[in-house]
Protein backbone atom coordinates (compact mmCIF):
# COMPACT_ATOMS: atom_id res chain seq x y z
CA UNK A 1 0.00 0.00 0.00
CA UNK A 2 2.99 2.52 1.24
CA UNK A 3 4.85 1.97 -1.99
CA UNK A 4 2.31 1.46 -5.04
CA UNK A 5 -0.13 4.27 -3.52
CA UNK A 6 1.27 6.57 -1.54
CA UNK A 7 5.09 6.88 -2.04
CA UNK A 8 4.65 6.55 -5.66
CA UNK A 9 2.54 8.99 -6.04
CA UNK A 10 4.74 11.83 -4.00
CA UNK A 11 4.47 11.64 -0.84
CA UNK A 12 7.73 10.88 0.92
CA UNK A 13 7.32 13.14 4.19
CA UNK A 14 8.80 10.44 6.26
CA UNK A 15 7.38 11.08 9.76
CA UNK A 16 4.14 10.18 7.75
CA UNK A 17 5.14 6.89 6.53
CA UNK A 18 6.33 6.08 9.57
CA UNK A 19 2.70 6.88 11.17
CA UNK A 20 1.10 4.91 7.89
CA UNK A 21 3.03 1.59 8.80
CA UNK A 22 2.41 1.85 12.85
CA UNK A 23 -1.43 2.10 12.48
CA UNK A 24 -3.10 -1.37 11.44
CA UNK A 25 -5.55 -0.57 8.62
CA UNK A 26 -8.03 -2.66 8.24
CA UNK A 27 -9.16 -2.90 12.18
CA UNK A 28 -10.49 0.33 11.36
CA UNK A 29 -12.80 -1.26 8.72
CA UNK A 30 -15.69 -3.02 9.91
CA UNK A 31 -15.32 -6.85 9.05
CA UNK A 32 -16.86 -7.29 6.12
CA UNK A 33 -14.76 -4.88 4.19
CA UNK A 34 -11.55 -6.16 5.70
CA UNK A 35 -10.34 -8.12 2.48
CA UNK A 36 -10.22 -4.52 0.85
CA UNK A 37 -8.85 -2.76 3.88
CA UNK A 38 -5.57 -1.84 2.09
CA UNK A 39 -7.14 -1.60 -1.63
CA UNK A 40 -6.84 2.00 -2.88
CA UNK A 41 -10.17 3.55 -2.57
CA UNK A 42 -12.42 4.67 0.28
CA UNK A 43 -14.46 1.68 1.90
CA UNK A 44 -18.09 2.39 3.55
CA UNK A 45 -17.96 2.28 7.93
CA UNK A 46 -21.88 2.89 7.97
CA UNK A 47 -24.08 5.81 8.69
CA UNK A 48 -23.53 7.13 5.71
CA UNK A 49 -19.80 7.93 6.35
CA UNK A 50 -16.44 6.38 4.38
CA UNK A 51 -12.64 5.78 5.77
CA UNK A 52 -10.72 7.80 3.25
CA UNK A 53 -8.80 5.84 0.49
CA UNK A 54 -4.97 5.28 2.24
CA UNK A 55 -3.25 7.83 -0.66
CA UNK A 56 -5.77 10.62 0.57
CA UNK A 57 -4.97 9.88 4.49
CA UNK A 58 -1.64 10.28 3.26
CA UNK A 59 -1.85 13.68 1.19
CA UNK A 60 -3.54 15.23 4.37
CA UNK A 61 -1.52 14.16 6.83
CA UNK A 62 1.64 15.41 4.95
CA UNK A 63 -0.25 18.84 3.93
CA UNK A 64 -0.59 19.27 7.64
CA UNK A 65 3.01 19.53 8.33
CA UNK A 66 2.61 18.16 11.78
CA UNK A 67 5.44 18.57 14.53
CA UNK A 68 5.61 16.36 17.37
CA UNK A 69 4.52 19.49 19.66
CA UNK A 70 1.17 19.94 18.22
CA UNK A 71 -2.15 20.52 19.11
CA UNK A 72 -4.32 18.73 16.27
CA UNK A 73 -7.93 19.08 15.78
CA UNK A 74 -9.53 16.54 13.44
CA UNK A 75 -13.15 17.16 12.28
CA UNK A 76 -15.12 13.73 11.27
CA UNK A 77 -13.33 11.02 13.54
CA UNK A 78 -15.20 8.14 11.45
CA UNK A 79 -14.10 5.27 11.71
CA UNK A 80 -10.84 6.43 14.00
CA UNK A 81 -7.85 5.95 11.30
CA UNK A 82 -6.68 9.11 10.25
CA UNK A 83 -7.76 9.50 14.05
CA UNK A 84 -4.57 7.41 14.75
CA UNK A 85 -2.11 8.60 12.20
CA UNK A 86 -1.96 11.77 13.67
CA UNK A 87 -1.78 10.84 16.97
CA UNK A 88 1.58 8.73 16.24
CA UNK A 89 2.70 12.37 14.50
CA UNK A 90 1.57 14.82 17.28
CA UNK A 91 1.84 15.79 21.01
CA UNK A 92 -2.37 15.69 20.79
CA UNK A 93 -5.38 15.11 18.62
CA UNK A 94 -8.76 16.58 19.36
CA UNK A 95 -11.43 14.85 17.34
CA UNK A 96 -14.71 15.26 16.61
CA UNK A 97 -17.67 12.81 15.47
CA UNK A 98 -20.77 14.20 14.44
CA UNK A 99 -22.44 10.02 14.37
CA UNK A 100 -22.95 9.33 18.46
CA UNK A 101 -22.20 5.21 17.28
CA UNK A 102 -19.46 5.90 15.08
CA UNK A 103 -17.51 8.43 17.97
CA UNK A 104 -18.08 5.73 20.77
CA UNK A 105 -16.56 2.63 18.28
CA UNK A 106 -13.64 4.67 17.75
CA UNK A 107 -13.19 5.87 20.79
CA UNK A 108 -13.01 2.24 22.09
CA UNK A 109 -10.98 1.06 19.35
CA UNK A 110 -8.24 4.03 19.93
CA UNK A 111 -8.44 3.49 23.73
CA UNK A 112 -8.00 0.09 23.21
CA UNK A 113 -4.99 0.57 21.29
CA UNK A 114 -3.05 2.39 23.84
CA UNK A 115 -3.82 5.64 22.58
CA UNK A 116 -3.49 8.02 25.71
CA UNK A 117 -2.79 11.47 23.39
CA UNK A 118 -6.18 11.76 21.91
CA UNK A 119 -9.38 13.57 23.48
CA UNK A 120 -13.01 12.56 22.13
CA UNK A 121 -16.23 15.10 21.50
CA UNK A 122 -19.91 14.01 19.76
CA UNK A 123 -21.25 16.72 18.03
CA UNK A 124 -21.45 19.44 15.30
CA UNK A 125 -17.43 19.40 14.14
CA UNK A 126 -17.98 22.61 11.74
CA UNK A 127 -17.98 24.20 15.05
CA UNK A 128 -15.08 23.35 16.20
CA UNK A 129 -13.75 22.92 19.90
CA UNK A 130 -13.78 26.38 21.29
CA UNK A 131 -12.71 25.84 25.02
CA UNK A 132 -9.52 23.67 24.01
CA UNK A 133 -8.33 26.49 21.11
CA UNK A 134 -6.34 28.00 19.55
CA UNK A 135 -5.01 24.86 17.70
CA UNK A 136 -1.58 24.36 15.79
CA UNK A 137 -3.41 22.33 13.06
CA UNK A 138 -6.85 21.50 12.24
CA UNK A 139 -7.97 18.59 9.39
CA UNK A 140 -11.94 18.34 7.95
CA UNK A 141 -12.03 15.46 6.97
CA UNK A 142 -15.56 16.26 5.19
CA UNK A 143 -16.77 18.45 2.30
CA UNK A 144 -17.53 21.82 3.33
CA UNK A 145 -19.08 24.51 1.36
CA UNK A 146 -16.73 27.00 2.44
CA UNK A 147 -14.36 27.39 5.43
CA UNK A 148 -16.21 27.09 8.62
CA UNK A 149 -15.49 30.79 10.63
CA UNK A 150 -15.70 29.06 13.82
CA UNK A 151 -12.22 26.95 12.34
CA UNK A 152 -10.64 30.13 11.10
CA UNK A 153 -11.14 31.63 14.76
CA UNK A 154 -9.72 28.82 16.57
CA UNK A 155 -6.61 28.48 14.35
CA UNK A 156 -3.31 29.63 15.82
CA UNK A 157 -1.31 32.38 14.10
CA UNK A 158 0.76 30.66 11.37
CA UNK A 159 -1.46 27.32 12.08
CA UNK A 160 -2.44 25.43 9.26
CA UNK A 161 -5.85 24.39 8.00
CA UNK A 162 -6.38 21.16 5.65
CA UNK A 163 -9.91 21.00 4.31
CA UNK A 164 -11.83 20.12 1.01
CA UNK A 165 -14.46 23.36 -0.13
CA UNK A 166 -16.45 22.84 -2.68
CA UNK A 167 -20.13 21.09 -3.99
CA UNK A 168 -21.56 18.15 -1.74
CA UNK A 169 -19.98 15.40 -3.84
CA UNK A 170 -16.80 16.98 -5.38
CA UNK A 171 -14.15 19.26 -3.76
CA UNK A 172 -10.98 20.74 -3.46
CA UNK A 173 -8.66 19.86 -1.02
CA UNK A 174 -7.09 23.09 0.19
CA UNK A 175 -4.42 24.17 2.75
CA UNK A 176 -4.81 27.64 4.78
CA UNK A 177 -2.40 29.60 6.55
CA UNK A 178 -3.79 31.94 9.23
CA UNK A 179 -1.97 35.40 9.17
CA UNK A 180 -3.78 37.51 11.40
CA UNK A 181 -7.47 37.66 10.07
CA UNK A 182 -6.26 36.25 6.99
CA UNK A 183 -6.53 32.98 5.36
CA UNK A 184 -3.98 32.10 2.68
CA UNK A 185 -5.17 29.54 0.80
CA UNK A 186 -3.02 27.15 -1.61
CA UNK A 187 -4.78 23.99 -3.37
CA UNK A 188 -3.04 20.42 -3.36
CA UNK A 189 -5.96 18.31 -5.43
CA UNK A 190 -9.38 17.57 -6.11
CA UNK A 191 -11.19 15.20 -4.12
CA UNK A 192 -14.33 13.41 -3.04
CA UNK A 193 -15.31 13.16 0.53
CA UNK A 194 -18.87 13.14 2.09
CA UNK A 195 -20.60 16.49 2.95
CA UNK A 196 -19.83 18.38 6.32
CA UNK A 197 -23.26 18.50 7.97
CA UNK A 198 -23.66 20.88 11.02
CA UNK A 199 -24.29 24.59 11.73
CA UNK A 200 -21.46 25.72 9.33
CA UNK A 201 -21.30 23.32 6.85
CA UNK A 202 -24.58 21.32 4.68
CA UNK A 203 -28.26 20.92 5.71
CA UNK A 204 -28.92 17.17 6.82
CA UNK A 205 -30.72 17.06 3.20
Known sequence: MISQQIISRGVRDPHVLDALLAVPRHIFVPPENRIHAYDDGA???GH????????MVAVMSEALRV????????????SGYQTAVLAEM???VFTIERHAELANDARML?????YSNIRFRQGDGSKGWLEEAP??????????PAVP???RTQLSENGLLVIPVGGRSLQELYRYTRRGD????????SCRFVPLVGEEGWSET
Open 43 to 45: LTI
Open 48 to 55: GQTISQPY
Open 67 to 78: EPHHRVLEIGTG
Open 90 to 92: AQQ
Open 110 to 114: LEELG
Open 135 to 144: FDRIVVTAGA
Open 149 to 151: DDL
Open 182 to 189: EMEGERIT
